[in-house]
């Protein structure tokens, strides 16, 4: 099994902190890292694993490749049960679910299109538009308050258990140091939250 | 059980179609249409169901909310198990995510990312910029073309079933109209792609 991925970029980091707290042994499986700044994510290559060019990307032993954090997520989700990071039941699942993605399109989007559109990192290969940026960071700064308000009832961003949104949750918060977002000193349950699941061994993976 | 929705939107439209998919009986669901031009959906009340204000919610009977609406979708793939429509195994189900998640970041995102910030529908509540607007729709042109291709060789959009990307792609390309996006003429594997899933039944739900 090969992992192509960067360790620069918060959407592997995902998967590593997934597979981490899965008790997943790093050293089962080949970790390739692509150079993003020199493009190595677009070349035909990598292409034919990943025609959208992405990273990561998870290749199978039967040479299947499985794109998108949440795809590879899964696939070890179902490989890997325990712990359960996506749900045990129907209610618990959808939860969980709607919390993940609360943390993608309202957090980890709005602070990757920040910075994208406003550093202009990859505008060798897409166009910018810094107007852009500026409405993301402001949507991505207003999530930092909602999770302080959301956290002061809930222990973690799902509920009562750590979770595959707990995950991507902290990757986002530490990414959005690109464009100078941080947990306020008032922003007291936020920062509870995240103290402990940067405690966690896996936050290292 | 009640699912708050909007005949016009796309979003609540993908759970209509998953629904009608898993054949579950819509005469057992109280349906409640909110009027998004009217901001019925950023209403106290129903914040307090969905404090990011989006369409559709699912509403259980014990009171639990499920917004977002593949958390809603996989909360019915739990509830109604047949016909599987996010996979049967971990690298069917990984596929089948991924596809899912392709159609949602690079087409359903960027063809909504045209329309608001093009047309300025939500001015009122949110902040546009025609200039990344230009930039989702050129996006979302391309991904017409990348589709095309993929389906020269595939049945379905994850492959030789139909699944949830399908009725994601389903509900983006119908979607798109409003932006001026349609099948050209020359892509003739994703018109017959359209073609037969656009047939089914759940197509009109």
Chains 1, 2 share one sequence.
């Not at 089962?28 to 990561?56: M, T």
């Not at 490989?79 to 618990?92: I, R």
């Not at 959005?176 to 896996?202: F, M, P």
């Amino acid at each position: 099994m090969k992992l192509y991925q960067s360790d620069r970029a918060p959407n592997p980091r995902r998967v590593r902190v997934f597979m981490a707290e899965k008790g997943i042994d790093f050293n089962e499986i080949e970790i390739v890292d692509l150079d993003l700044v020199a493009a190595e994510n677009l070349s035909e290559e990598y292409k034919r694993k990943n025609p959208l060019g992405g990273v990561p990307t998870l290749e199978l032993d039967n040479g299947t490749c499985i794109a998108e954090s949440m795809a590879i997520s899964r696939y070890f989700e179902e490989t890997h049960p325990e712990p359960p990071l996506m749900g045990t039941d129907a209610e618990s699942k959808a939860i969980i679910e709607m919390w993940n993605r609360r943390m993608e399109l309202n957090f980890l989007f709005p602070v990757a299109m920040a910075f994208r559109n406003i550093s202009g990192a990859f505008a060798d290969r897409e166009k910018c538009s810094p107007e852009f940026g500026e409405i993301s960071l402001e949507r991505a700064t207003k999530m930092f308050g909602f999770l302080n308000k959301h956290l002061a009832n809930n222990e973690y961003i799902a509920g009562d258990s750590y979770s595959v949104a707990d995950i991507t949750a902290l990757c986002t918060v530490d990414f959005a140091r690109v464009v100078k977002l941080r947990i306020g000193e008032d922003q007291t349950h936020l920062k509870r939250w995240h103290d402990a699941v940067s405690a966690r061994a896996s936050a290292q993976a």
